[in-house]
């Protein structure tokens, strides 16, 4: 009966078909966009930060032209007031003239003429029906009019003071003016002394002021009329458009005002000796021209910086995702095992994990080469061990009178093999120490007092050929030593003693003494195949048996190039049945 898919069973943890669970998905994002943001990150707070420092300075800026421009204005009422007092000091001086105490007007308004010549200035002379009784800019004698400025006359005559009047148009004199008059001391204090100037002369209180750029300054009188202004700013008689402030007209601060839709910056000044007002002005986006500009800077150099930053960035991310491309084609190149060199990169950082893949390829190659090594080594070294358990099997039937006794040799001959296994398969190709060799194969007979057991030599490795044949030959005999040896008696003592001669050979001595020693007899078993045919054959040694009163001696001589850790191992050839001898 068939199975639906919905219906299938879900796979089992032991089953191989099963599929691990995929991890959460997690979006990736190209190098050039954490550059970006890394950009970002650096440059928007330096701009926002310029960007407010370039505020602060301007705030700074505007507070000290906002000073200056102050000032300048204080100072040209200064100027208008220093004009005023010195035509009031004139008039007074003239006002005292002895001509005029004596009432003769001809040689008065000679005097005067004479007086006043070069200073663009000019008198008038009026009694109370507001008459010309002298005007210096006629001839004398010459019919006059009525006065062009009555207002101002009338305040004179009710007030001991000096009067400035408001600006008018003279008629006599065609042109705008002012007039500074006061009225003459007892017993002819029905007239009034009139100093007349073109408002034309004011001009250079004006113009000799430096301004801030974009700044305009005028002076006007009481009804806001121009009396003079600086280049180009208004027409002399018109009314300003600045209206003036309400009050006392001063302001020590600037003000921002609208006037006809536009905002302006003012600052109004009234000069208390004239009554007039100097008044300066300029739009506010002139004020704020400097901010702007200073800004407009700012985003031309930030967008260039960050015009540069994104070639760069772009640059730099085309460089690193190339970079990293070539890193994975190597990872790619390491999985499948092929090997290759180290390919230059310009981070250091990726160069660094190049020379790592590239490290990482050859060793793994390496690692792979001593795999297929092992591989052959371990079925090479399975046919010998075939080859030497079968020679050890046949050796000990022949010299065992029961199976009990085969069991018994054949089971220790195999356990000494093991522990040379063992041996070769913790230290691989990298050599075995003869010392550890001799330790393991001789422990498990070894008796309980260790000072009846001596090994001295240097630390010399051996490959896998000469450690399994030694191997053997120490545990056969370790195992002669425990039957009828040094071992077997109690105060039976070995020397194992092996250096290097001369010649390039290994030099090893197996010295027993055994108290009341009896030689043995000439018998040939396994132990002695082993000691004599096996190390002989497949280690090109000499062999040889010394018998001494008290004890046996083997002693070896093996070409060191026969042990060499680095030289490829030789088989080891069936050994032919020999028989017993």
Do not use: C
């Not at 300029?282 to 702007?292: E, F, G």
């Not at 190659?365 to 080859?387: C, D, G, I, P, Y």
């Not at 010299?399 to 296994?421: D, M, N, P, W």
């Not at 691989?428 to 030599?457: C, M």
């Amino acid at each position: 009966m068939s199975v639906n898919a919905a219906e299938k069973p879900a796979p089992q943890n032991g089953d191989r078909t099963a599929v691990p669970p995929k991890p959460p998905l997690r979006r990736s994002y190209p190098v050039l966009i954490y550059l970006i943001v890394l950009v970002g990150v650096l440059v928007v707070p330096i701009l926002g930060f310029t960007a407010v420092l370039l505020q602060r300075h301007n705030v700074a800026q505007e507070e000290i032209v906002e000073t200056f421009t102050v000032a300048t204005t204080r100072s040209v009422v200064q100027a208008v007031e220093r004009e005023i007092a010195g035509m009031i000091t004139t008039l007074r001086v003239l006002a005292r003239a002895e001509s005029l105490l004596e009432g003769d007007l001809a040689a008065y308004h000679a005097h005067v003429q004479a007086a006043l010549a070069g200073t663009g200035s000019n008198l008038l002379l009026v009694d109370t029906a507001l008459r010309q009784l002298i005007n210096t800019r006629v001839a004398y004698g010459a019919p006059l009019g009525p006065m062009s400025d009555p207002q101002s006359a009338l305040r004179a005559f009710a007030t001991p003071d000096a009067i400035v009047s408001e600006l008018f148009f003279g008629a006599t004199a065609d042109r705008y003016v002012f007039n500074v008059m006061m009225r003459r001391e007892p017993p002819n204090e029905d007239q009034v002394v009139i100093l007349t100037q073109e408002a034309s002369s004011l001009s250079t209180a004006l113009l000799t002021r430096e301004l801030p750029q974009g700044w305009h300054v005028a002076l006007v009188d009481g009804h806001n009329r121009v009396i003079a202004a600086s280049q180009d700013s208004a027409v002399v008689g018109d009314t300003l458009f600045v209206p003036l402030l309400e009050g006392t007209g001063t302001s020590m601060r600037w003000r921002e005002r609208p006037i006809d839709g536009e905002s302006y910056r003012t600052i109004t000044q009234r000069s208390i000796l004239s009554g007039w007002y100097v008044v300066a002005w300029a739009p506010v986006w002139v004020v704020q021209q400097p901010l702007r500009s200073s800004l407009l800077w700012l985003l031309a150099g930030g967008a260039a910086l960050i015009g540069i930053a994104a070639i760069a960035v772009f640059i730099l991310a085309r460089r690193i995702a190339r970079s990293v491309r070539g890193l994975a084609r190597e990872a790619k190149r390491l999985g499948s095992g092929a090997d290759f060199e180290p390919t230059y990169y310009p981070v250091l950082e990726l160069s660094q994990v190049s020379q790592a893949l590239a490290d990482a390829a050859r060793q793994r190659k390496s690692a792979e080469t001593e795999v297929r090594f092992l591989m052959r080594e371990v079925a090479h070294r399975s046919k010998n061990q075939l080859t030497v358990i079968s020679a050890m099997a046949k050796q000990t039937a022949q010299g065992a009178e029961t199976v009990e006794q085969f069991v018994e040799g054949f089971q220790h001959r195999i356990y000494g093999l093991a522990r040379s296994t063992d041996l070769l398969l913790t230290h691989g190709t990298q050599g075995i120490g003869l010392r550890e060799l001799i330790s393991a194969q001789i422990d498990p007979f070894r008796p309980e007092n260790p000072a009846r057991v001596t090994k001295t030599g240097p630390n010399i490795l051996l490959n896998v050929q000469s450690a399994q044949v030694l191997g053997m030959a120490v545990h056969e005999l370790a195992t002669n030593a425990a039957k009828y040896g040094a071992f077997s008696a109690p105060d039976g003592t070995l020397v194992v003693d092996w250096n290097r001669a001369g010649a390039g050979r290994l030099h090893v001595s197996w010295r027993e003494t055994v108290p009341g020693f009896a030689p043995p007899r000439e018998r040939k078993g396994f132990g002695t195949v082993v000691l004599k045919t096996m190390v002989s054959g497949a280690l090109k040694a000499d062999v040889e048996r010394r018998i001494h009163d008290d004890g046996i001696e083997w002693v070896f001589s093996i070409p060191l190039a026969e042990i060499d850790p680095d030289r490829q191992p030789a088989g080891i050839e069936d050994e032919p049945d020999s028989g017993e001898v």
